[in-house]
């Protein structure tokens, strides 16, 4: 039983910001968001919640991964396994800044940050575990695609930009 347990709590942790963040977003779907000027190959809004839960699935087993093969905490793992707290703390942070303070800018700001986080996530992964590395490949390609998308949301609302 104990075997399950570090891989268990390294996917669920992931979840913990993404239901935080899910308050923020349920409250603004139907007004603000919904007001929105989008481009038309902006996917429906039931996708995200299948695509993010597949994806903190993945982040929380590929840092389980390090942790597991770099010794912990105080191991190998400890670089690595900072910078993915690092990319989470900032992934977390999207949807209370584009949804709860309505700032489509520092959303975008956030996410160009974020994929370089992602990048030296894997960089780093690859070092202790390169299945790890390949694991977050999905994740980077969805986040450069939601960044674009952001981009996109916030170029084409200039009424709803933040100076």
Not at 15 to 30: C, E, K, Q, T
Not at 33 to 51: A, C, H, T
Request: hydrophobic share 45%; net charge positive; aromatic share 20%.
């Amino acid at each position: 039983m104990s075997d399950y347990v570090a891989p268990v709590t390294a996917i669920l942790v992931p979840h913990l910001g993404a239901v935080a963040g899910g308050l923020f977003a349920r409250r603004n779907l139907d007004g603000w968001y919904e007001g929105l000027k989008y481009p038309s190959w902006r996917p429906p809004n039931k996708i995200f919640p299948v695509v993010w839960t597949t994806l903190y699935s993945s982040m929380g087993y590929a840092s389980y991964l390090v942790w597991r093969d770099g010794g912990g905490f105080r191991g190998d793992a400890a670089g690595p396994l900072a910078l993915y707290g690092t990319q989470l703390a900032l992934n977390w942070a999207w949807t209370p800044i584009f949804f709860g303070l309505r700032s489509p800018k520092w959303a975008f700001v956030d996410s160009v940050c974020l994929l370089g986080g992602i990048a030296g996530t894997i960089a780093a992964f690859y070092r202790v575990n390169e299945t790890a590395a390949f694991v977050l490949f999905p994740y980077f390609g969805w986040v450069a695609f939601a960044t674009y998308l952001n981009y996109r949301i916030w170029r084409d609302n200039p009424e709803k930009k933040e100076e």
